[in-house]
């Protein structure tokens, strides 16, 4: 199984559609199983948010807040590679401070 681009296929199957001239059920049932075969795969990593950590100074340390969603976390630099409120990849740290 794999992710595809549904909306691709769909407009390759009406965009083609009088192109291929189909009157049968089981040739146009085989056109639209051709369409989405050939669907472009999307990598399911692409559609994951990204953000950054953003530092601040807080009290007497630093916090950092995602990018994303703005949710502040007190933690030690690098504990997290994502966003535990949105599930943000975070891509790098930008000092802010």
């Known amino acids: 199984m794999r992710l595809i681009d549904a909306d691709a296929a769909v407009d390759r199957y009406y965009t083609e559609w009088e192109k291929v001239d189909i009157c049968d059920g089981a040739q146009d049932r085989d056109w639209l199983k051709q369409c989405i075969d050939e669907a472009p795969t999307i ?42 409120n949105c599930g943000a990849k975070m891509i790098e740290e930008v000092p802010n401070g």
């Open 43 to 84: 990598d399911p990593e692409d559609l994951r948010p990204r953000g950054r950590w953003i530092e601040k100074p807080y009290l007497l340390g630093i916090t950092r807040y995602c990018s994303k969603c703005g949710e502040n976390y007190g933690m030690p630099h690098g504990v997290f590679n994502y966003c535990p």
